[in-house]
């Protein structure tokens, strides 16, 4: 199985993930904030996509849907509980559905509480999950929609997949992230060697993703937060965070 995932930076610091699979010729949008850099992307490696996949409603990560869809007859799948709000999906899931590009198949998890539709997608053969704006390297979406609980039980379903799977999230926020990490948990070496490598891969202009979910449960204050109060009690502080 040859799956390859390739960053495209969109916007001021979103990732469009471009998955393609080469026994089958297709390749994935997951997230397209915007159409242009997808599309040149996957031109300059020869690719087309045939599929746009959403994990949640927010205009960076939908705005390049129309326009790709337009240049390439790609079928797009998001959230069926976001529907109203993502007016270009041609076909809607929840969790409990599955996906797929070529033979390998996508499970849809439902990780409600940065919006509250929103999907993850695992594809345990290929050991890849793509997260959007819930699981962060070393961090957790804000929320927007959802209450700590919500995203306390989001996080507790990711970090229960395979520890090697590679985490695909939706922004580029690991430095920030890993600055609070490590004040907040000052003990934890794992987060304070994951902030110097993401340091020194953005010093080189290099994307810090993806993480893996072992890595998280090493590193991630968040995934590591005791319970649904410590949970709100670090993410309100992460808010406020000035690293
Ligand atoms: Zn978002
Ligand atoms: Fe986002």
Same mark, same amino acid.
């Given at each position: 199985m040859a799956i390859e995932v390739v960053p495209v930076a969109a916007l001021s610091d979103n990732y469009i993930w471009l998955m393609h699979d080469d026994a089958s010729g297709e390749t994935v949008v997951v997230d397209p904030g915007e159409a242009a850099p997808a599309l040149d992307a996957a031109k300059a490696r020869g690719w087309t996509i045939t599929q746009v996949w959403n994990t949640h409603w927010h205009g960076d990560h939908v705005g390049g849907n129309a326009a790709i869809r337009e240049a390439t007859g790609a079928r797009i799948t998001g959230p069926a509980a976001e529907a109203d709000r993502i007016a270009t999906l041609d076909r809607t899931v929840a969790e409990g559905d599955t996906v797929a590009i070529g033979g390998i198949e996508g499970h849809v998890l439902h990780v409600g @509480?940065? $919006? @509250?539709g929103h999907i993850a997608i695992h594809l345990p053969q290929a050991e890849i999950a793509f997260t959007g704006d819930t699981l962060f390297a070393m961090g957790c979406g804000r929320l927007f929609e959802g209450t700590p609980a919500d995203m306390h039980s989001a996080l507790a379903k990711l970090a229960a997949l395979p520890e090697a799977t590679r985490v695909y999230c939706g922004h580029e926020y690991t430095v920030s992230n890993g600055r609070y990490a490590v004040a907040v948990e000052p003990g934890n070496a794992a987060a304070r060697a994951a902030l110097a490598e993401a340091e020194r891969k953005r010093g080189e202009? #290099? =994307? !810090? #993703? =993806? $993480? !893996?979910i072992g890595a998280e449960r090493a590193t991630n204050p968040f995934v590591r937060a005791g319970n649904v109060a410590e949970l709100a009690e670090r993410r309100a502080a992460k808010d406020a965070f000035k690293g």
């Open positions: @509480a940065h $919006t @509250a202009g #290099l =994307p !810090t #993703l =993806p $993480t !893996t």
